[in-house]
């Protein structure tokens, strides 16, 4: 009696498959091969390391002095590194920015930045440490900042002196480097 080989036994196998492909089941066969190869090809997203940010919207553009105004803006990274590491003794003279003292860009535990157009004082807020899911480290989203908008020219309400302010808006990732900057329209307070 003459034994067979594993490799005979894998290749009748593999004739008799070749052959039952030839059938209805090539066609199945090609789409899967070919949706693999497209899939396997995707190129990563060219992000670069910095945050780029883009301003998306207002929740109002009109409000009245002690409402809360949604800030929207939309992110990319190329790193996949936004989010904060928070350390001790994070704090800063947040009026402190005109004389030319940048220190609560560099804070630890906040990353997210708004620079009120009337006196230059800084608004801090930290983001969630956002990890990269998936093949590639680029990162994209979307951050919402709930702000109170208050009126500089009242301090009681109600107010009748229309006041206006602009937002110059920062981000910072883990390793440091700051985003472009952004503005938000025109904010009108107590405005008729």
Not at 93 to 106: A, E, L, Q, T, W
């Amino acid at each position: 009696m003459k034994s067979l080989s594993v490799f005979t036994i894998i290749g009748m196998q593999l004739s008799g498959l070749s052959v039952y492909l030839r059938g209805w089941m090539r066609k199945e066969l090609l789409v899967g091969v070919l949706f693999c190869a497209v899939w396997g090809c995707v190129k990563p997203p060219d992000y670069p390391i910095e945050p780029i940010i883009t301003f998306k919207s207002l929740s109002a553009t009109k409000v009245n002095s002690g409402q809360v105004d949604t800030i929207v803006f939309t992110f990319t990274d190329g790193d996949g590194d936004i989010g904060v590491n928070p350390g001790p003794g994070d704090t800063c003279d947040v009026c402190s920015y005109k004389r030319g003292d940048s220190s609560c860009f560099f804070m630890k535990g906040y990353n997210v930045f708004l620079i009120d157009s009337r006196d230059t004082c800084v608004s801090y807020y930290a983001t969630a440490n956002i990890e990269p899911k998936g093949k590639f480290d680029d990162l994209s989203g979307e951050v919402m900042v709930l702000r109170t908008i208050n009126s500089q020219k009242c301090f009681a309400p109600p107010c009748s002196i229309p006041d206006t302010v602009i937002y110059t808006i920062l981000m910072r990732d883990k390793a440091g480097h700051f985003s472009n900057r952004i503005k938000t329209p025109p904010i009108y307070i107590d405005a008729p």
